[in-house]
């Protein structure tokens, strides 16, 4: 079964310097990985997909993150982060065509 | 309106009661879920249903039942509650994985329950 480990439960930065927040999954098969984001007291929005192809893939509010099949990772990387960017975000994987698992979430705070 | 929309959206109860939380959806997918949300545990899959006719048991299904009522009604209910069922409770839908489309997850704004 698959399983995903949110490596950091929380991250402080400060505005507009760059954050990485990582995410390592495991599974037997190959999978689908997502990065979900939930501001304060709000529902959960997609942020960014890989499916296939490209190992680097672009997502909303200038978000990256990176396929890595040989690390079994799938961080996600912001070059310059805003106050709006406090949140909590979460990475999910799916073996394809399954149920999606989710991590224990970080929480990003993005400080003045 | 809503894609997917929860009722109640807020809850308090005492322990031992019955509670239903439902859910319906306006995307016509046939996949739906259940999840809870605890701080520092993420989001758990309690169960999920991917046709009117398939039920099937997540992570954590125990103290748990749901019905698929129609495609796009989906309801949890806990029969008697405890207070550890104190939770955020978020129901979604996805689509079919297929050609063009990737079974991602569409979720509703959520259920906050308190047990006392």
């Known amino acids: 079964a698959q399983s995903v480990t949110q490596l950091d439960s929380q991250v402080p930065v400060f505005e507009e310097a760059p954050v990485e927040l990582r995410c390592n999954y495991s599974s037997s098969v190959s999978v689908y990985l997502f990065w979900y984001v939930q501001y304060p007291n709000q529902g959960l929005q997609l942020l960014l997909k890989?499916?296939?192809?490209?190992?680097l893939v672009k997502g909303i509010n200038g978000f990256e993150a990176e396929f890595n099949k040989s690390q079994t990772s799938f961080h996600l990387r912001k070059p310059s982060v805003h106050i709006s960017d406090t949140a909590e975000y979460f990475c999910?994987?799916?073996?394809?065509?399954?149920?999606?698992?989710f991590g224990q979430g970080t929480e990003l705070s993005v400080k003045p | 309106d809503a894609d997917v929309t929860q009722t109640p959206r807020n809850r308090i109860t005492k322990t031992g009661k019955r509670i239903m939380l439902e859910c319906s959806q306006t995307k016509g997918h046939d996949r739906m879920y259940w999840y809870r949300q605890d701080p520092g545990l993420g989001l758990r899959l309690i169960y999920y249903s991917f046709d009117v006719k398939d039920i099937n048991k997540g992570e954590i299904s125990d103290g748990y039942s749901v019905s698929r009522q129609a495609q796009a009604k989906f309801s949890l209910s806990l029969e008697s509650a405890i207070p550890n069922q104190t939770a955020l409770y978020f129901c979604a839908t996805s689509d079919l994985p297929g050609q063009g489309v990737t079974g991602e997850l569409f979720f509703g704004e959520g259920s906050r329950l308190t047990v006392l």
């Open positions: 890989y499916l296939s192809g490209s190992t």
């Open positions: 999910a994987v799916s073996e394809k065509g399954g149920k999606l698992i």
